[in-house]
């Protein structure tokens, strides 16, 4: 009743009530069908602080493609939860584990599903998952992500997410970003250009 009068003073509008509802179905879905885990982002940014520079040997490197395999390591080193199959794991990426998020190896071999090592099936695994924004440009993005968060990058040039990043820090206004391929540990976002969509997805509130 309260919600109808605000409404008819158009006190709150039509379209802030449909946001309302999605948050909270949203966090009943994750609360059904999320792996569960505690974040914890100081682990999450010391793992970025000890490998941005290098790989770490207890997992594969793609030295032209290593953004999202980087990121979905510090996610690891911040108490994020694999999800695996209990047999039948092969060799290398399993391209047919996209409903798993994991990565293992020994002294010899690797095996990760495609959720851990591409963008794409990282964007379909987590987004079921994580609250997620898309922003339009830089300044939302440092409007709506946080410090521990995953942020996706859509390139002018190309129809798809680009690039990953970890937000390893929000300061003076901006954020400072970890990734690999092109590795950094603190760049400025607001030095990137050619990127037109931002994808953020709130690890940074569970």
């Known amino acids: 009743m309260i919600l109808k009068i605000l409404i008819k003073l158009k006190r709150i509008s039509v379209n802030y009530l449909f946001m309302i509802y999605e948050m909270i179905t ?46 979905s390591q510090i996610l690891v080193a911040g108490g994020v939860s694999m999800t695996k199959p209990a047999s039948n794991i092969k060799k290398g990426v399993n391209l047919l584990h996209t409903n798993y998020w994991y990565s293992t190896s020994d002294s010899i071999n690797f095996s990760c599903s495609s959720s851990f090592t591409s963008i794409r099936q990282f964007n379909n695994y987590w987004s079921k998952y994580v609250q997620t924004y898309i922003c339009q440009n830089i300044a939302e993005a440092i409007n709506v992500a946080d410090t521990g968060d995953v942020i996706l990058m859509q390139q002018d040039d190309l129809p798809y997410y680009a690039h990953a990043v970890f937000v390893f820090s929000k300061e003076h206004n901006t954020l400072k970003l970890s990734s690999h391929t092109k590795n950094y540990l603190d760049k400025d976002i607001t030095t990137l250009d050619r990127y037109l969509e931002f994808k953020i997805f709130k690890f940074s509130i569970h």
């Open 26 to 71: 949203f966090k009943k879905f994750i609360k059904r069908n999320m792996p569960i885990f505690t974040y914890d982002i100081r682990q999450a940014k010391n793992y970025a602080e000890q490998f941005w520079a290098t790989k770490n040997s207890k997992y594969p490197y793609f030295e032209e493609n290593d953004c999202i395999n980087f990121v």
